[in-house]
């Protein structure tokens, strides 16, 4: 193939030997830790487990992502990677954006004489799969005897760079135990593999003799104009300093990589891979820049790369890090969740945000839900303010899909899609093949609506947590406006004086087109109200952004009136004597089902009933009432929260990944433990216990931050005020302690938490105001510790204690 002269050259002069350098610097034993709450270990290998597997063990940073497949494959590894906010647009009819699945850039086969090397042929003598959660990076260990007696040892290991997102980086070390022998390793990237979800045929690998030691390619996305280019660099490195032959096979479909060379008993030999990674989305040339970025690595090494990976992961667990002692399979959970939090969202990106399945698998598309918001935003406001704000300037930068949909059914402001992609656009299907063959209506993209308050209210915490007034008044403020003023557009002021918002789907997606859901009306009013209180803030504190979006918007001071008497208004079915809401209007007639009764179960309610039969009972498919008394704890007397959660936690199947985190934070909020314990475990199981089944799609994201809630809000008691933090905590009866930090405006909290007593530290330049339950409160000065113990009572005064 000819390219121009002027496509930039890699310089390879320093490759080998820094290459070399960096061979006893990538070992296990100072790389990978030995903590087991720190690390997530799959031994043996069985087969029909895998695609479980690879999601759980999946590398990400935010900007890419690798599901943790066997390098050399299996007859069911499903190979996948993936950019965030790089979607294939399918011209098929009823099609809808998907996350696209790229060629698998970690796949490495190893021929011992020329016989491959199978998990699936000869002797598994050892085999595991280690995921160092505190360094994000996978590590694999495998101990083989081929059907002729030679036994290999492998380790490797793979990384998605946190401190260099372009940069994925793989290391394989091969160990001949008791032969001598020409081995060969083998890459390839093919775009007739099974991983591709759609063929692509515009890829047009491209490679140079003149740059031996580099594999770029360039692929463009089905459907949209987005170019991925990889820049591939391999070295094979023998323990003895020899560096092994290469060569590279390329057309139009294929490119292939050998790497070959003797290898002597007892001979370690080692293949180091870089691989940069670019898209047209974030830089103009992707091809160009990729090889760039090579030329800027090859020198400081595969072991630079891999240590400023690890740096880059110790600040992000020491704000993010829950340590809960006397539970030591909960502690390994929680920081799976983390890790899996921490490695989905991109800081430096505000264009995309965070799939229901992040980037470790492709089920859903990629598209993005209410889950962001309501679920993982907390983790990342509270640990990492920067990637929760990038997650909320998506939803800015995509404002305009959400007025278009608005004016498209007929309403005003902004109505956010209920599932989405690159353009903000709806991407939710009209319509489904259920497994019985039939063509399913979807109706969630046109009723599922709560989505737009769910979005205002992730803004409105976290502008408060974080006091960032820029984003707030700049973008955060525009939302919350468009938001109330489509809830002032979507319901009707009927003939009893209340405010009805009708067609709508709740949570609770199990009843579908109903009246006046509860969750959804809580919420519009909590919007409507926010909206007026956003419009007096612009006013008194930003009067020029307020006087630009007045006169732009089109906004009067009727109109916000309008919008307090409507929040007023809401209907909603309370019962003074029984302090219960009606989840909506006729729920309370819905036929009365007992759960129990179908117990043990292994699949949903929807399942077993059938999508018409279960929409005829009252279960309940998720926390629906119960999420908005959560939302909602301070506007709700304490007699709702209690009331609401006993009556519906009965009542509620479970049949979400969402589901369990929340039952479990209002539990120990309420002091169940005894129900609080069993949520937590059932949230801590979703995909490490695969208990919903469909792990293979990826990890459950929601249900990850969900956990991270009923950790820190549940048990922890945390809720936040204009002023402050409060903290009412109720730890099981087995822990011994909880701790965990987070972020209140310019200072981090350090809060910890044991049966007799609370302890705090600020770090920081401000004071924190925290308050206990029973009262007692702070003003927590930086670099001082305070203590309150239990008293029969409630609690004893806070002390300073250094």
Not at 291 to 301: A, D, I, Q, V, Y
Not at 314 to 320: E, G, K, V, Y
Not at 457 to 476: A, K, L, P, R
Not at 676 to 694: C, F, P, T, W
Request: a negative charge.
């Amino acid at each position: 193939m000819n390219h121009s002269a002027s496509q930039p050259q890699v310089d390879t002069r320093h490759g080998a030997l820094a290459y070399a350098e960096a061979v006893p610097s990538i070992l296990p034993a100072l790389f990978r830790d030995s903590d087991p709450t720190w690390l997530l270990v799959e031994e043996g290998f069985t087969l029909a487990r895998e695609h479980e597997v690879e999601s759980l063990f999946a590398i990400a940073n935010g900007y890419v992502g690798n599901r943790g497949c066997l390098a050399e494959g299996s007859a069911l590894s499903a190979p996948a990677t993936f950019i965030a906010g790089v979607f294939e647009h399918p011209q098929t009819p009823g099609a809808v954006p998907q996350l696209i699945t790229l060629p698998d850039w970690a796949g490495v086969r190893i021929w011992i004489s020329d016989e491959p090397l199978s998990i699936e042929r000869g002797q598994v003598l050892e085999h595991r799969r280690v995921l160092d959660l505190r360094r994000g990076m996978l590590w694999r260990e495998w101990r083989h005897r081929d059907p002729h007696g030679r036994i290999t040892r492998i380790v490797a290991c793979r990384l998605a760079s946190l401190s260099d997102r372009h940069l994925l980086l793989h290391s394989v070390t091969l160990t001949a135990e008791n032969y001598s022998s020409v081995v060969r390793f083998e890459s390839s990237i093919d775009i007739d593999s099974g991983s591709m979800t759609f063929p692509m045929p515009d890829w047009k690998p491209r490679r140079s003799p003149e740059r031996p030691n580099v594999l770029p390619l360039v692929l463009r996305t089905p459907g949209v104009e987005v170019n991925i280019a990889f820049g591939v660099m391999g070295q094979l490195v023998a323990s003895t300093g020899t560096v092994g032959e290469r060569e590279i096979d390329a057309d139009e479909r294929r490119i292939v990589e050998r790497c070959e060379m003797n290898a002597e008993i007892g001979t370690e030999c080692h293949l180091h891979r870089l691989i940069s990674i670019f898209t047209s989305r974030e830089k103009p040339r992707p091809f160009e820049d990729a090889l760039s970025h090579l030329n800027r690595l090859l020198p400081r090494g595969i072991a630079d790369a891999a240590s400023s990976h690890v740096s880059e992961w110790q600040p992000r667990w020491q704000t993010a890090d829950i340590e809960v002692v006397g539970d030591d399979s909960l502690q390994r959970a929680l920081r799976f969740a983390e890790y899996h939090l921490i490695s989905a969202a991109n800081p430096e990106d505000g264009r995309v945000s965070i799939g229901a399945r992040a980037l470790t698998g492709s089920a859903y598309k990629g598209h993005v839900f209410w889950d962001t918001e309501i679920y993982m935003l907390p983790f990342f406001t509270f640990t990492h303010p920067p990637s929760a704000r990038a997650l909320l300037e998506y939803r800015y930068h995509t404002l305009d899909a959400a007025r278009a949909k608005a004016r498209a059914a007929g309403f005003r402001g902004a109505m956010y899609p209920w599932e989405s992609a690159d353009t903000g656009e709806e991407t939710t299907p009209k319509a489904i093949i259920t497994p019985g063959g039939e063509v399913m209506r979807v109706l969630n993209g046109e009723m599922e609506v709560h989505i737009s308050a769910d979005i205002a209210y992730g803004i409105w915490q976290y502008w408060n947590v974080t006091g960032d007034e820029e984003f707030f008044s700049q973008c955060g403020a525009e939302i919350i406006l468009e938001t109330a003023r489509f809830w002032a557009s979507r319901g009707t002021m009927e003939s009893d004086g209340r405010y009805h918002i009708r067609h709508v789907i709740g949570p609770d997606e199990y009843h579908e087109d109903v009246d006046d859901n509860a969750y959804t009306n809580l919420m519009a009013a909590w919007n409507l109200r926010r909206g007026a209180e956003t419009a007096s803030l612009l006013q008194s504190r930003w009067a020029g952004r307020w006087r630009e979006l007045a006169d732009r918007l089109q906004i009067t001071e009727e109109e916000l009136k309008t919008w307090s008497k409507l929040a007023d208004s809401m209907f909603t079915t309370f019962d003074q004597q029984t302090f219960l809401f009606e989840q909506f209007q006729g729920y309370f007639a819905k036929e009365p089902a007992n759960l129990k009764s179908y117990e043990p179960r292994s699949v949903a309610m929807d399942v077993i009933l059938g999508h018409e039969r279960i929409q005829r009972t009252n279960i309940v498919k998720q926390a629906d009432v119960v999420m908005a008394a959560y939302l909602l704890w301070d506007e709700m007397v304490p007699e709702a929260r209690g009331a609401n959660f006993r009556y519906y936690e009965s009542r509620t199947g479970h049949g979400s990944s969402l589901s369990p985190s929340i039952h479990a934070l209002m539990a120990a909020r309420l002091g169940d433990g005894h129900l609080a314990q069993q949520y937590v475990k059932q949230a801590s199981e979703i995909d490490l216990g695969n208990n919903m089944g469909n792990a293979a799609g990826g990890v459950h994201a929601a249900a990850l931050g969900g956990l991270w809630q009923a950790m820190v809000f549940g048990f922890g008691g945390l809720r936040t005020q204009r002023d402050g933090i409060c903290l009412a905590p109720n730890l099981l009866s087995h822990w011994r302690r909880l701790s965990f930090p987070l972020q209140w405006r310019k200072s981090t909290v350090h809060i910890s938490i044991e049966p007799s007593a609370v302890r705090i530290a600020v770090e920081g330049g401000e004071p924190v105001r925290v308050r206990l339950d029973a009262g007692s409160e702070v003003i927590a000065a930086p670099r001082q510790e305070y203590m309150a113990d239990r008293a029969q009572a409630g609690w004893n005064p806070w002390r300073m204690l250094h």
